[in-house]
């Protein structure tokens, strides 16, 4: 027989345990302990320690150009405090807990190859095929920057470390689930912030968490929409990156593109540091769009070491595409008309400002699209330098993170036109209030940055909510609520069309069953192999369990937890209930499950 088992409100609940291990500028990092997984999402980095202290020339500068000097020993602030104060820096934080990384977008793992490579971090790492592409390119370019020019600094890798950090990373295909430790399945679903970038579900079978970062909320734009549904679904919360500026896309938007015709229509250059993965591949398609209904003509040149394969990458990834986009494969066509727009020589690429083919056909007015927005290395320092001394150019800064006036320090005194355009796609907290409002989740962690935004919530909103600050940890309670059992025979009465019933509640392959003996977990129909159980054992790092050989058949015991393994069945004998370690027993039924 089968009945429904409500949990009794003393019932010892499962607990997950959430660590905000830094917080800064309203962005957190973070790691949960959730049955026997420790689960870090992300390694982001103060964005401060990802700029340079000073300029860093590119080693392959055009020697035809005859450049004006830049104050190369004009530094930024010192950050070395800042540096010093890093969880993994600091000694506060061991990586060597770690079981799983989970990575949700290229912007946040700058700290990845130094875990891997530096402290010697071995375990799984997980993210998109396209993020995968993309960090790679952009990691791997910086610290060969970073290389050449003999530049030294916390967090800093060399550029086979870097290459060989990411070959260690597990590459997850769109829709695909991974299994982790003790059945907890991993997904990641769409964010709708760039190619591939993601959020990620986590699942027991009875309680999803979802951890939420740099999600965007729907428009005209590349990536798969964000999975506001699935997400507004998860029954915790942790949302983490959300937009602090104030400022709509559009709105950004639409002042980027009459800069760019004003520019354009005096005769002047303009430049666009960009990252070459994301918004890049919408603005080139916007801007060629809109210059062209204004009978405007100018080329786009887009310079970087990476810069033809990760438009290439763009349109093989169509699987993380929004539909119209993903449907033009099938017409067939590719995705992007980048390779049209090369073609028409209205789109150029090129791996350096040094290549000489660039020299060829390179013409004024144009539009120059480079890498770095921290202006501090590669072939930005070039263009700035080549475009500062004529009010004819202009510079248009998209990214949110950074002042573009403080950026071009090094370089006054600077003549051209210089724009703090924010095109920032990311929730904002007024979007981020509206979600969390709908979403049913039960305990919701965000970080500082939204304080303000959720003051004037109701009660039944601020009450599931948590501000995380950096050092602190928070056990969250998981109550299952009504769930589906199977009533042991002995217990079974079908003449009563009601009872009461009073027994031991176990788990077992997804399965529940309600059994008379409340000292014995039984249900295996064939008891495992001794030796791959201890050896599964082993590889759960389970080393103190004791083996003895008894009557009634093989007996294995685990912190009081006594495993009984005759031929016919295996049977838990467990402690009082309020010493039984829930986490232990999960992993010791899934260690027996997998030796059967």
């Given at each position: 027989g089968w009945l429904n088992v409500r949990a009794h409100p003393e019932a010892r609940a499962l607990v997950m345990e959430l660590t905000c291990l830094n917080e800064h500028q309203g962005q957190t990092w973070c790691m949960l302990q959730w049955h026997s997984n420790t689960i870090l999402f992300d390694c982001p980095l103060p964005i401060e320690l990802t700029v340079p202290g000073k300029i860093l020339y590119n080693v392959l500068k055009p020697e035809h150009e005859q450049l004006p000097a830049v104050h190369n020993d004009a530094v930024l602030d010192d950050f070395e405090s800042l540096a010093l104060d890093h969880p993994l820096v600091n000694g506060t934080f061991d990586i060597a807990i770690v079981d799983v990384?989970?990575?949700?977008?290229?912007?946040?793992?700058?700290?990845?190859?130094?875990?891997?490579?530096?402290?010697?971090?071995?375990?799984?790492?997980?993210?998109?095929?396209?993020?995968?592409?993309?960090?790679?390119?952009?990691?791997?370019?910086?610290?060969?920057?970073?290389?050449?020019?003999?530049?030294?600094?916390?967090?800093?890798?060399?550029?086979?470390?870097?290459?060989?950090?990411?070959?260690?990373?597990?590459?997850?295909?769109?829709?695909?689930?991974?299994?982790?430790?003790?059945?907890?399945?991993?997904?990641?679903?769409?964010?709708?912030?760039?190619?591939?970038?993601?959020?990620?579900?986590?699942?027991?079978?009875?309680?999803?968490?979802?951890?939420?970062?740099?999600?965007?909320?729907?428009?005209?734009?590349?990536?798969?929409?964000?999975?506001?549904?699935?997400?507004?679904?998860?029954?915790?919360l942790i949302v983490n990156n959300i937009s602090t500026h104030g400022y709509a896309p559009s709105e950004g938007m639409n002042k980027l593109l009459d800069a760019i015709s004003t520019t354009i229509l005096q005769d002047g250059c303009v430049l666009l540091p960009l990252h070459l993965n994301g918004l890049v591949f919408d603005l080139v398609e916007v801007i060629l769009l809109h210059l062209n209904q204004a009978g405007q003509d100018p080329p786009i040149y887009v310079i970087g070491p990476h810069a033809k394969a990760a438009f290439a990458f763009a349109n093989i990834y169509s699987n993380w595409l929004e539909k119209a986009k993903r449907n033009r494969v099938y017409e067939p066509h590719w995705p992007f008309n980048h390779e049209d727009l090369e073609k028409e020589e209205k789109l150029r690429m090129f791996s350096s400002a040094s290549d000489p083919a660039l020299a060829d056909c390179f013409r004024k007015p144009c539009i120059v699209i480079t890498e770095d927005v921290t202006l501090r290395s590669g072939d930005i320092v070039h263009f700035v330098q080549l475009f500062k001394d004529s009010p004819l150019n202009t510079l248009i800064a998209t990214d949110p993170d950074f002042d573009i006036r403080a950026m071009l320090r090094p370089y006054q005194p600077v003549a051209m036109t210089v724009l703090q355009v924010v095109i920032d796609p990311r929730l904002d907290g007024k979007t981020c209030h509206s979600f969390l409002t709908d979403s049913r989740a039960h305990h919701i962690f965000t970080p500082l940055a939204l304080d303000h935004h959720l003051h004037q919530a109701p009660p039944t909103l601020k009450n599931k909510v948590t501000t995380l600050v950096k050092g602190h940890s928070y056990k969250i309670p998981l109550h299952s609520s009504t769930i589906s059992a199977e009533l042991q025979s002995s217990l079974y009465k079908p003449d009563q069309a009601t009872y009461a019933v009073e027994g031991q509640l176990n788990l077992h392959n997804h399965e529940y069953l309600v059994s008379g003996d409340a000292g014995n977990v039984a249900g295996l129909a064939q008891a495992p192999d001794i030796n791959v159980l201890m050896s599964v054992l082993a590889s759960y790092g389970i080393y103190d369990a004791v083996y003895s050989r008894e009557s009634l058949g093989h007996v294995v015991t685990v912190g009081g937890i006594r495993i009984e393994l005759t031929p016919k069945e295996t049977t838990f004998r467990l402690p009082d209930a309020d010493q039984v370690d829930q986490d232990m027993l999960n992993m010791l039924q899934t260690c027996v499950q997998l030796s059967s």
């Open positions: 990384i989970l990575i949700t977008n290229v912007f946040d793992c700058a700290a990845l190859p130094y875990i891997t490579e530096r402290l010697g971090y071995t375990g799984a790492i997980y993210c998109t095929e396209p993020v995968l592409t993309f960090a790679k390119f952009k990691h791997v370019d910086q610290a060969a920057i970073y290389q050449q020019a003999n530049y030294e600094a916390h967090f800093i890798c060399t550029e086979e470390e870097v290459r060989r950090c990411f070959d260690k990373i597990m590459p997850v295909s769109h829709g695909e689930k991974l299994q982790l430790v003790d059945n907890l399945e991993a997904e990641a679903v769409p964010s709708g912030y760039a190619l591939g970038s993601c959020n990620w579900l986590l699942r027991d079978g009875m309680t999803t968490t979802c951890y939420l970062s740099r999600s965007a909320k729907k428009g005209r734009r590349h990536p798969m929409p964000w999975a506001r549904s699935a997400c507004a679904a998860a029954d915790v």
